[in-house]
C-alpha cells in the first residue's frame, strides 16, 4: 500500500482547496485513512479520518465545519475539501493508512503506520 498526496498550494483566507490522497490498493485492505497536518515548530496534528468500511468519519475541533473529508473507492482516493481557509490551517497536510478499519476520536500517531510524502498548504494573503 502506498500513499501519493497532492492539490496542496498557496490561497487567500477565506479561500478553498481540495486535497487528494491517491492509494495504490487501501479499498481491499479497507484501513481507515486520516488527514495531519504539521506546521513549523508544531507537533503532528490530526485533521480527520475516514472509515472505508461505513464510511464513518472524525474531525478535529479545530477544522470541523470548514473541512469535509470524502471517498471514492473506484479511484482509491480519499479527499479533503477545505473551505474557509485560515492562516492557521498553513501547514505539510500528510495522508496516512491506519492499522485498523476504523477511525478513533485520538487519532494516535501509532495507529496509523504508512503515510504519504506531504503537501504544502499556505494560507496567505
Known amino acids: 500500500l502506498q500513499l501519493v498526496e497532492s492539490g496542496g498550494g498557496l490561497v487567500q483566507p477565506g479561500g478553498s482547496l481540495r486535497l487528494s490522497c491517491a492509494a495504490s490498493?487501501?479499498?481491499?485492505?479497507?484501513?481507515?485513512i486520516g488527514w495531519f497536518r504539521q506546521a513549523p515548530g508544531t507537533d503532528n496534528e490530526g485533521v480527520s479520518c475516514?472509515?472505508?468500511?461505513?464510511?464513518?468519519?472524525h474531525y478535529a475541533d479545530a477544522v470541523m465545519g470548514r473541512f469535509t473529508i470524502s471517498t471514492d473507492n473506484a479511484k482509491n482516493t480519499v479527499y479533503l475539501q477545505m473551505n474557509s481557509l485560515k492562516p492557521e490551517d498553513t501547514a505539510v497536510y500528510y495522508c496516512?493508512?491506519?492499522?485498523?478499519?476504523?477511525?478513533?476520536?485520538?487519532?494516535?500517531?501509532?495507529?496509523?503506520?504508512?503515510w504519504g510524502q506531504g503537501t504544502q498548504v499556505t494560507v496567505s494573503s
Open positions: 490498493e487501501f479499498t481491499k485492505h479497507s484501513r481507515a
Open positions: 496516512a493508512a491506519s492499522i485498523y478499519y476504523a477511525c478513533s476520536d485520538r487519532m494516535s500517531l501509532s495507529e496509523f503506520d504508512i
Open positions: 475516514i472509515s472505508n468500511r461505513d464510511f464513518s468519519t
